[in-house]
């Protein structure tokens, strides 16, 4: 292969450099060797921050399954608070609710300020610790202190949803157009090994009852495990101007596709997510599920989403990430009406296996969807809007299960109900939305 074939490596000022220097002493093979070796030098470091990228949301799922999916929400609920007539169910809810609150008014503004101001990595490294710092004051809750418990899950949450953001925000900078689905896909997968990981680290702790300990190895995963992006994705340059909250919004329902495609996921989204906060409860209340069954029970779920994430990551960018949502909201229709008719534990399981494949899915093709249709440079900000509308959307799902379970003396199965709701009006809205042809 000459010079001339080597250019076709990549086209890259770095690599065709290394071509002309090679061609200079007349020498083609030299070519193809220096043009391989720079196009694995550019190649190498898109690579490390891919890797690091995907590796954070490894970190971040212990916290996801063992705190918010499955034990600390059930040991809140039923040890800190008292679930026997639903009032566990409504301090959970508000715990979450408020949260999200927080979330949605500060995720714009603060998204927004951060890319004016090039802090998006400061942003996203402090928002993480604190979420960290929380999860480990956990180990000084004690039954009855509602209130601690509260403020500190509640700030946790905070925390953990706001890093989200940047987090979220650097998808577009470490992965080209056309990859956006398959390395968004990619992340999900990799965070649902983590929180296999997670809770298996859980289990014998929670078997033992030791459960301060437990709060203690969550944080130490979370921030062990973090390392990678704090080191290695990069810092954003500043863009220099005056923040506008309303100009902001203006860019956003200036653009068609965009503010359809957020509303529809302001709506189901508000589904998913109240499946997951309340999922595990559920398990353990209504159909009398120990903690032990809990975490095995999302063990299998967690496999079944890191086999969905994987299998359809590449799917999301050859059939496009707005078929992939249909199809999996067509799938979590179903699980809310197999949840609500579910009588036997083992019932539960299968349901919740089938939910898990479509978990993974859902959340990767929104994230890749939303990604295709921002403009270059208002990545932060954008993405903070994208929290906004999760966030204050999943304000409401939370105090209605919590609601409709206090008010009905306990009855989780009508709150499931209601919950279903929320994917057939969404699903109903994504049809409106008309995103870019997918990459052949």
């Known amino acids: 292969m000459g010079g001339e074939a080597a250019r076709q490596v990549v086209r890259d000022p770095g690599v065709e450099g290394a071509i002309a220097a090679a061609q200079q002493v007349d020498h083609p093979g030299h070519a193809c060797k220096l043009a391989a070796a720079a196009s694995r030098r550019h190649f190498c470091p898109a690579v490390r921050r891919i890797l690091a990228w995907c590796l954070f949301d490894f970190a971040n799922s212990a916290y996801s399954a063992v705190i918010v999916a ?16 639903g009032l566990g169910d409504l301090w959970w809810g508000r715990v979450i609710s408020a949260s999200m609150i927080a979330v949605a008014l500060t995720g714009p503004v603060l998204g927004a300020l951060a890319d004016r101001a090039g802090r998006r990595k400061q942003a996203f490294v402090t928002f993480t610790l604190l979420c960290i710092a929380c999860v480990a004051l956990f180990a000084t809750i004690r039954p009855g202190m509602i209130v601690w418990g509260f403020a500190l899950a509640a700030l946790a949450n905070f925390a953990f949803e706001s890093a989200q953001i940047y987090y979220n925000a650097y998808l577009p900078d470490v992965a080209p157009p056309e990859r956006l689905g398959t390395v968004s896909g990619l992340g999900f997968g990799i965070g649902y090994l983590g929180s296999i990981v997670g809770l298996l680290i ?33 810092a954003a340059p500043p863009r220099p101007a005056a923040f506008d909250v309303w100009r902001l919004a203006r860019d956003v329902f200036g653009r068609p596709d965009l503010r359809r495609f957020l509303l529809a996921y302001f709506v189901y989204l508000d589904g998913v997510e109240t499946t997951i906060y309340f999922s595990g409860i559920f398990a353990a209340k209504t159909l009398g599920f120990t903690t032990p069954e809990v975490i095995k029970l999302f063990l299998a779920v967690q496999a079944s989403a890191l086999v969905g994430s994987l299998l359809l990551a590449r799917p999301t960018d050859r059939w496009g990430p707005k078929r992939v949502l249909m199809g999996t909201l067509f799938l979590w229709i179903g699980v809310s009406i197999g949840a609500y008719f579910a009588q036997t534990k083992a019932m539960f399981f299968g349901v919740a296996v089938i939910a898990g494949f479509g978990l993974g899915p859902v959340q990767a093709a929104s994230r890749a969807l939303m990604a295709s249709l921002i403009p270059r440079g208002q990545e932060a900000e954008m993405f903070g809007f994208y929290a906004f509308c999760g966030k204050s959307s999943a304000v409401l799902g939370p105090l209605v299960f919590g609601a409709v379970s206090y008010l009905l003396s306990g009855n989780q199965r009508a709150a499931v109900a209601a919950v279903g709701v929320f994917f057939a009006v969404g699903l109903l809205l994504l049809q409106r939305v008309r995103p870019a042809r997918p990459a052949e």
Do not use: C, K, M
Request: glycine share 6%.
């Open 70 to 85: 499955t034990v600390f929400g059930i040991y809140y609920t039923t040890t800190i608070v008292g679930n026997e007539r």
């Open 202 to 234: 859980a289990l014998p702790l929670a078997a033992a009852h030791r459960l301060d300990l437990l709060w203690l190895a969550v944080a130490g995963f979370f921030a062990v495990f973090s390392l990678p992006a704090f080191l290695v994705l990069p």
